[in-house]
């Protein structure tokens, strides 16, 4: 029997974990939830947030998941509220993204997120507990998560909040490293890059990617037998515009859903 998981962000920024997903040919099918219609998150209270992911998390219970991968920063600064409410287990992207900060063997590194993120100081915390010596340089925007769901053609509009964002950065403290700590940045990867060429921007789809497949195979997952061998099915649910998924999608060259799912507001 195929297993299945979960994935929820605010809105298209978790494709970049699913995107990670496929390309390691992850040996399960994925029901992917975005809240497209009530982001962005990151400028919303902690209340809210949970409301709102809770919601979503309920929504998979109906799908059968059997563990949920939190492919947004904002949510997952929220987990242990999410934790004492949800019974599967829940992965969020902070924890290993911080484990990789935390061994880079930088002083100082920088962390570009929403404003709810920066503020939760979850990332700045984690690395902490690994290694002490480093500190964690956050810029908040309240304005680019929403830019790249919903004007991912307005790259004017895009370049400008990065380029304002690396300012504030520079003014603060030099680095070499930036962690993109909000999975909708990702998808625009190549203006980061062409502002920054000095500077190596770290996707954590990857590593939550990693920490999936690792809780995965904990189980006994992860044996190919004909049937687990195929690529991921993915069956999408938004409160948004399903059509809105098209362009991110083929720009991550994700395959097409098997399904897509209109969820109320
Ligand atoms: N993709 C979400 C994250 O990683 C944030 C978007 C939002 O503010 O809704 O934080």
Redesign the pocket.
Known sequence: MRHTIGII??????LTVVRSLVARGAPFDVVYVG?NA???????PAGEIVTLSLRMLKLLSEYHVEAVAI???????TVDQLRTRCSVPLVD?ITPAAAALARRGELDVGLF?????VKSGLHAKRVRELNPAVTVHGVAS?RL??LI?RAIDDEAAIRDEIAAMLERLTAMHPVKTVLL?????PIVMNIFTSLAPGIEFIDPADLQADAVLRLFSSWGGGKCDAESASAPSLDLVTSGNPESYRPIMARLEIPEARSIRRLEA
């Open positions: 962000d605010s809105g298209v920024g978790g809240d009530n982001m962005p998150y990151g400028n919303r492919a947004c920063n904002t949510i997952s600064a992207i997120a929403t404003e709810f993120t309240p998560a929403a769901d700590g909000c999975t909708h940045y």
